[in-house]
């Protein structure tokens, strides 16, 4: 005896055929053929990028950023300070709001904006 999702199928096979004639009922199975074909394919590939993401080896990662003994990694303070006396900005007296104004205001003067 046939259950429910089957005469469902049989009733969509049928208003098909009425609908567009059995010529075309090879055509939709094509389309439908290439559809399902390329959905596989695309599922196999993004199967295969995670799991080659997933399993990546350590060596691939990107390296972490590594200062020198000789280097000494500078604050923002220290950062604006030497922008503002490179670019010829007094800084006596003047708050950190101030300064970045002022280096902002010169930037734009100079045209390196």
């Known amino acids: 005896m046939l259950e429910g999702w089957e005469w469902l199928i049989i009733g969509v096979v049928a208003i098909v055929i009425i609908m ?3 010529a075309k009922i ?3 199975a094509r389309a439908f053929g290439r559809a399902k074909g390329e959905f596989s394919k695309a599922q196999k ?3 295969n990028a ?5 399993n990546a080896p350590a060596s691939t990662t990107i390296p972490a950023a590594t200062i020198s003994p000789t280097q000494s990694i500078k604050t923002k303070d220290e950062i604006l300070l030497e922008t503002a006396h490179n670019l010829g900005i007094s800084t006596v007296g003047k708050t950190r709001d101030q300064l970045a104004d002022e280096i902002s205001l ?4 100079l045209g390196l904006a």
Do not use: I, L, R, Y
């Not at 995670?50 to 997933?54: K, L």
């Not at 010169?106 to 003067?109: A, D, F, L, Q, S």
């Open 20 to 22: 567009w004639g059995p």
């Open 26 to 28: 090879p055509e939709f």
């Open 45 to 47: 590939e993004f199967e």
């Open 106 to 109: 010169k930037v734009k003067t």
């Open 50 to 54: 995670a799991t080659s993401t997933f």
